[in-house]
């Protein structure tokens, strides 16, 4: 393909737009609600796993809970390793080189398949070994590994989604993945009970359900992402006109005036046209990546710990620490969707030699997710436990759970800063900092709290969740101060 500019506001269809001109704020917006939208439809996944498998008991939910662990490892592995892709894919959209954003993806499918079969040999071998390192009681170690030997045999379908999908956005193009990810998660809420418990003409496999139905649904989200890429498709919502209408029943139910799906051409077409194997391109995504990749990692393995020390405390314990897990990542993936879009909005004006407008981008997406964070955090302080019932109504579990939230509260309310700056750097490829505040207040203060804490007083258990409160307030101040200093607009990739 030609390297190509795109000049004035436009870039041929309304798929294809100049990033870099227009309203800051209208970019934002236009680049993150389908981002808000297809992470929390990535959460989805394992949320109503969660919600399933709770009424197979507490001992089930704590299996998938700690194994759910190791599988955020891997996702947060790919994900860190795929951000260098983002990077350069975003720079070179904003130059207007679609043959080296195209060059580039090409390379990630290499990374992506040597990860993919990495973690299917580990996941195969060495299932129950990970668990085993917790502690657990005996029935928790069996179902957690049955979850997690399938999730990492099938860890193909995640890696291979994770990089279609940041190709996408990192062009620009964040409706499509939105509009896939919907499908095949509608499809993953339908088809889990079914697997779990043995409804209609499927097989009874209990927590093995949870897990096969996650490996079928991201496989159908690789199929369509990587189809669409190849045919150079897009998806996007388009106001139908009243003339355009074909059906009087589409009048009747008011579905006239409801936007409609269309397709477009995309602003990158993927093509294996020319591919080699290109060890400088593979170390320059890697080289970006591993800092966040061993960002993501530390924060999961972070998760092993914390466990570590709160699986002493009984399997209640272990399970309202998993609600709660459940409970924030619904919470924080519209952060991380806004920090993206911010990102990828940096990425290209960087690229175009428009620092301001990458700067002023991220203190949006700042305000608007940290409004959106008070807002949850008063609901949950006001009531919690109507929404851990959700998950399992044992009343013990309630009450430990609902008081691991009111606790966290205090954490949430700052992480509006660390969730945005932190997607914003990584999207520019100022990845170093990042990795190193989490290092930071992981190892120094997250983890040694959580060792003290529960030996003082009465704290118990409850001296853990406190120890991750004070881990989320040190990294938001770090972003904050970090972020002022403008270092991460002189950052090359």
């Not at 290109?278 to 970006?288: A, F, H, L």
């Not at 118990?460 to 938001?476: E, K």
Request: charged share 10%; proline share 4%.
């Amino acid at each position: 393909m030609e390297q190509t500019g795109f000049p004035g506001g436009r870039r041929g269809g309304p798929l294809m737009r100049d990033w870099t001109q227009g309203s800051i704020v209208g970019n934002l917006l236009r680049l993150s609600w389908p981002m808000v939208i297809s992470s929390s439809l990535m959460m989805l996944g394992p949320t109503i796993d969660m919600i399933w498998v709770g009424k197979l008991g507490s001992s089930s939910v704590a299996g998938v809970g700690v194994a759910g662990i190791a599988t955020q490892l891997i996702m947060g592995a790919m994900m860190g390793l795929i951000m260098g892709m983002r990077a350069l894919i975003a720079r070179f959209i904003g130059t207007g080189d679609i043959q080296g954003a195209n060059h580039v993806s090409q390379q990630a499918f290499v990374i992506s398949g040597g990860f993919a079969i990495i973690m299917a040999a580990v996941g195969a071998f060495l299932a129950e070994e990970i668990l085993g390192l917790f502690g657990l009681e005996p029935e928790v170690v069996v179902a957690g590994a049955d979850y997690l030997r399938i999730m990492f045999v099938g860890s193909a379908a995640i890696s291979f989604r994770i990089m279609a999908e940041g190709v996408m956005q990192a062009s620009g193009d964040t409706v499509t993945p939105m509009i896939t990810a919907t499908i095949y998660r509608l499809f993953h809420v339908v088809l889990c009970p079914f697997l779990i418990f043995g409804w209609w003409i499927f097989p009874e496999l209990g927590v093995r359900g949870a897990a096969v139905t996650n490996v079928i649904s991201q496989s159908l989200g690789v199929s369509l992402g990587l189809w669409l890429l190849f045919t150079g498709r897009s998806l996007y919502f388009k106001r139908p006109l009243q003339q355009d209408e074909d059906s009087w029943l589409r009048g009747v139910l008011l579905l006239r005036w409801l936007p409609r799906v269309h397709v477009g051409q995309s602003q990158l077409r993927l093509t294996l046209q020319n591919f080699h194997l290109d060890p400088q391109t593979i170390w320059r995504i890697v080289r970006i990546g591993l800092p966040s990749m061993i960002s993501g990692m530390q924060r999961t393995f972070s998760q092993f710990f914390l466990m570590m020390f709160i699986s002493p405390f009984g399997t209640i314990a272990v399970a309202a620490h998993t609600i709660t897990q459940r409970i924030e990542m619904v919470m924080f993936m519209p952060g991380m969707a806004f920090g993206q879009a911010a990102g990828v909005l940096a990425g290209q004006n960087l690229g175009a030699g428009k620092p301001d407008r990458a700067e002023k981008g991220a203190w949006i997406a700042v305000l608007l997710v940290e409004g959106f964070l008070i807002v949850c955090s008063i609901v949950l302080l006001i009531v919690p436990s109507p929404i851990v019932r959700i998950f399992n109504s044992e009343s013990e579990l309630v009450t430990v759970a609902t008081t691991f939230l009111r606790i966290a509260v205090a954490g949430y309310m700052v992480m509006g800063f660390t969730s945005s700056l932190m997607s914003t750097l990584s999207g520019t490829g100022d990845t170093v900092p990042p990795m190193i505040f989490s290092l930071v207040s992981v190892w120094l203060l997250q983890l040694p709290l959580a060792y003290l804490l529960p030996k003082v007083g009465d704290l118990g258990v409850y001296g853990v969740r406190w120890a991750i409160v004070s881990g989320l307030i040190f990294g938001a101040i770090a972003y904050l101060l970090y972020f002022r200093t403008g270092r991460w607009k002189r950052r090359r990739v």
